[in-house]
């Protein structure tokens, strides 16, 4: 492409007189330039720099295409080739704020990388670039806010925050000065002790100082001095974000193990958002658990309704137990953040001199390259909880180091993480290997690489430091993608039989109910429970396939514990037929049983002329209704079975509903019913299944057909079966009802288990 451009300008030379030329090339320029701003701010930075470069060379003093390589350079973070480029471009205008603007960032980030005086000479050029434009425009861009930046690294955290709120007023346009200002103040409570950070701040004229008061008294635990502050800042008029002040209030409720409260505090924080800035506010609490592909949604909505649809997605999603009143990787999340808070904090520099990587094996997510406030262990943490296993090797000449693992269950691999102090006494980064014997001596039982990598013989050493260095990339990647509950270890899974079935309803909505049974003979497994009146917390939730939340109900009922004995009960909902998330949870208080379900369900739709039937509803008892209940429809009381089994000495029960059968001329109906039970799978003993090769045994499947006549287009059916002659084991009850006027049929099935 360059070959061609100067054989181009070239020809256009020898063909035109001067001034042609310079029009022409000019208009060029234009286009070229246009193209590359273009590329640039949609993020494809290679195609723009070809571009810049394309337009250097019809013009090497052109100041738009130097800047434009500038800032592909900064926001690549290759901050020597930012200089060079800003640094031709003031050669050509000394006055060009922007190349000055950009110096100041180039030269305080490359500061970063240095020691002491080397250090200190980048960021004294970079005070005097900002000071530069200060001086001559303060209200240039956030100029105000990138010096701050460089007190930050300078930590003079005072100052710094002053800088902010400067910027704020200078600029209140900007967000994310607005956003960032909360972190400023996070810097300087975490960087001094309690007396002088509560010194300053008191002395200071803003709400927000008033608040992180509250907040240095949160982290000392000092619940009553923290709470106070932040109900003395809700009940006066606000001038500050409130999202920041109910967070706090929510990770004080969490701390003091108030979920319910701290809960209702989260949702405030999010209902009330109402811009861009509150919304990132939100953001910054819980970006520690998202995937990349969450983070470009984020990043896509532009509207409050957006905003908080996506984080009422995101804790729906990841919670395990959207039936309950409290939502519990919710509420892990802010736990796990104060933990990490008091262990993990680290917002020093995360450069490649105190990185374990030095050859880049490691793949890290975008998302969490957004983390400021914690080292690697911490985001680690805030994602997974505890480790399963965790080893730390001490000893002379043995690097300062910590190995996590985390073991694998049905949807997350085994993974295990590498902690070291790299050139550094505090920033724990993740490392690709261990290579020290002692170190591998001490994880032998977690792989077989260490016992291979400590054994290994010269030759074979690279090849086990290779998969090693492999083993981990899987971990990081996996590790930074996903996230999980974790259960006290002596939680025990409550195992509760449920089933759903639908049925026409009116307005054209569809009856979803859902049948389920609290396993008390479960409980009565446990002699200490045998006897005593326990309250059991349940609830039931649907919402869309997004997390938009459509039902919710929660109650608690206090039942004996006996043998032999079970609770039934129905939760129901007229719902539009689509397809939606059901979740069912029953938490049984004072034991260690904890008890939920989370599925799809689709919801037909039943408003339609065609023959439908609604679902099988398998019964324990059915009998004319005598009083009105959850279990009364079409005058019949329909005692659900939960769990779909029965003893061949009784009847099976079963409910129906069939719609829109047709008429005759004399308005009568005429149709069929077929019930059919076939054997999925048959409990026989050796001599059963013997004699069954040779006698051909019961039948796989039976077929029992009724014809039936009625005057209305809807029929309620319900029918019990003999199920004594059939063998023990599971089956699969199949209905099918055919309209003898049409020819059309429908069927429904059901699944069932005989004992």
Do not use: C
Not at 134 to 149: G, N, P
Request: charged share 30%; net charge negative; aromatic share 14%.
């Amino acid at each position: 492409m360059k070959g061609y451009m100067y054989i181009r300008k070239y020809i256009i030379m020898l063909l035109f007189p001067t001034l042609i030329l310079a029009k022409y090339q000019s208009s060029e320029n234009n286009l070229l330039i246009a193209r590359a701003d273009s590329l640039f701010e949609a993020g494809n930075f290679e195609e723009a720099k070809e571009q810049y470069e394309n337009a250097l060379d019809l013009d090497e003093g052109l100041i738009s295409a130097n800047a434009g390589l500038g800032k592909i350079a900064i926001a690549r973070e290759d901050w020597g080739e930012a200089k060079d480029r800003f640094d031709k471009v003031l050669d050509l205008d000394p006055e060009n704020l922007e190349a000055i603007y950009y110096r100041g960032i180039s030269y305080r980030e490359t500061g970063k990388f240095k020691v002491l005086l080397l250090r200190k000479l980048d960021w004294d050029k970079s005070k005097k670039y900002f000071l530069q434009i200060i001086e001559r425009d303060s209200s240039y861009r956030d100029v105000l806010f990138q010096y701050a930046k460089l007190l930050r690294y300078k930590e003079d955290y005072e100052d710094a925050v002053k800088l902010v709120h400067r910027q704020i007023r200078l600029r209140p346009d900007l967000s994310a000065p607005q956003v960032k200002l909360f972190r400023y103040y996070r810097y300087l409570i975490s960087n001094r002790n309690t007396e002088e950070s509560i010194s300053w701040l008191s002395q200071q004229p803003s709400q927000e100082a008033v608040y992180f008061i509250g907040e240095t008294y949160r982290r000392d635990k000092e619940f009553l001095k923290a709470d106070s502050v932040f109900q003395n800042i809700m009940d006066q008029p606000k001038k500050m974000t409130e999202q920041p002040l109910l967070l706090s209030l929510a990770k004080l409720n969490y701390a003091k193990n108030e979920p319910a409260d701290a809960e209702r505090y989260f949702w405030l924080a999010v209902d009330s958002i109402s811009n861009v800035v509150e919304a990132d506010l939100v953001f910054e609490e819980m970006k520690y658990v998202l995937t990349d592909s969450e983070l470009v949604n984020y990043e896509a909505a532009g509207s409050p309704s957006e905003w908080i649809h996506f984080f009422h997605s995101i804790w729906n999603s990841r919670n395990p137990l959207p039936a309950s009143d409290v939502n519990i990787r919710l509420q892990q999340h802010f736990e796990r953040l104060l933990y990490a808070e008091k262990y993990y904090e680290y917002d020093g520099f995360r450069t490649n001199f105190n990185n374990p990587d030095q050859l880049k094996y490691l793949q890290f997510s975008d998302i969490s390259k957004l983390n400021e406030e914690y080292n690697d262990k911490g985001l680690i943490y805030i994602r997974h909880g505890e480790p399963s296993e965790k080893v730390r090797t001490a000893g002379e000449n043995v690097p300062f180091n910590e190995s996590w693992m985390y073991y694998g269950n049905q949807v997350m691999p085994k993974m295990i993480f590498h902690f070291l102090l790299y050139n550094s006494t505090s920033a724990w980064r993740l490392g690709p290997v261990v290579t020290h014997p002692a170190m591998l001596e001490d994880r032998m039982e977690w792989d077989h690489i260490y016992y291979q990598m400590l054994t290994a013989e010269p030759i074979e050493y690279t090849s086990y430091y290779e998969e090693m260095a492999r083993d981990s990339r899987e971990s990081v990647i996996a590790g930074l993608k996903t996230d999980r509950v974790t259960w006290e270890e002596n939680t025990k899974p409550l195992e509760i039989p449920f089933y759903t079935a639908l049925f026409r309803s009116e307005n054209g909505k569809t009856l979803l109910e859902l049948y389920y049974a609290i396993p008390l003979e479960k409980l009565a497994e446990d002699d200490e429970y045998v006897g005593n009146e326990i309250s059991f917390k349940k609830g039931y939730s649907l919402h869309t396939l997004d997390w938009e939340p459509v039902v919710r109900e929660n109650d608690i009922v206090d039942l004996p514990v006996e043998k032999d004995q079970n609770f039934v009960g129905v939760y129901r909902s007229f719902v539009k037929p689509d397809s939606y998330n059901v979740a069912l949870f029953i938490d049984p208080q004072e034991t260690d049983y904890i008890g939920g379900y989370k599925f799809g369900e689709r919801v037909d739709d039943f408003n339609t002329d065609e023959l439908m039937m609604s679902s099988i509803e398998l019964a324990t008892h059915i009998e004319p209704a005598t009083d009105e209940n959850v279990f009364v429809k079409n005058g019949l009381k329909v005692t659900p079975n939960p769990f779909r089994e029965y003893y061949r000495s009784d009847p099976m029960n079963i409910y129906f509903e069939i719609y829109n059968l047709s008429k005759d001329a004399a308005g009568q109906t005429e149709f069929s019913i077929e019930y059919t039970l076939t054997s999925i799978s048959l409990d026989r003993s050796g001599l059963q299944k013997l004699i069954g090769l040779f006698t051909g045994g019961n039948k796989s499947s039976v077929t029992i057909r009724a014809d039936r006549q009625g005057d209305s287009g809807t029929s309620v059916e319900f029918l019990a079966i003999d199920v004594n002659r059939y063998q023990a084991g599971e089956y699969e009850l199949t209905v099918s009802v055919t309209d003898e006027h049409t020819g059309e049929s429908f069927e429904r099935t059901q699944t069932l288990k005989l004992h």
